[in-house]
């Protein structure tokens, strides 16, 4: 039983670990620059690092653990 709630744990923990390294990068997109008058976009200006494993994988480590724990726990 401790297990699962270990598991659960760091499934929750994993999922709000990832969250806040990705609010912290900054707004996804900002207002844009305009190089020509009269051109409207809805694209971000150079924001192409949004999803970055490298900077969300503790938590999906973490998330992955949990889910090897619940695994190992229902057996």
Known sequence: MALIV???LMII???????ISTI???RMSE???R???GTD???PSGRGRRLNLK???P???LFLLGVILLIVAGD
Do not use: S
Not at 13 to 19: C, P, W
């Open 6 to 8: 270990i598991g659960a």
């Open 13 to 19: 923990a994993g999922v709000v670990l990832a969250a």
């Open 24 to 26: 912290r990068q900054g």
């Open 31 to 33: 207002p844009p620059h």
């Open 35 to 37: 190089r020509l008058e």
């Open 41 to 43: 976009t809805l694209e």
């Open 55 to 57: 900077v969300d994988l």
């Open 59 to 61: 938590g999906v480590m």
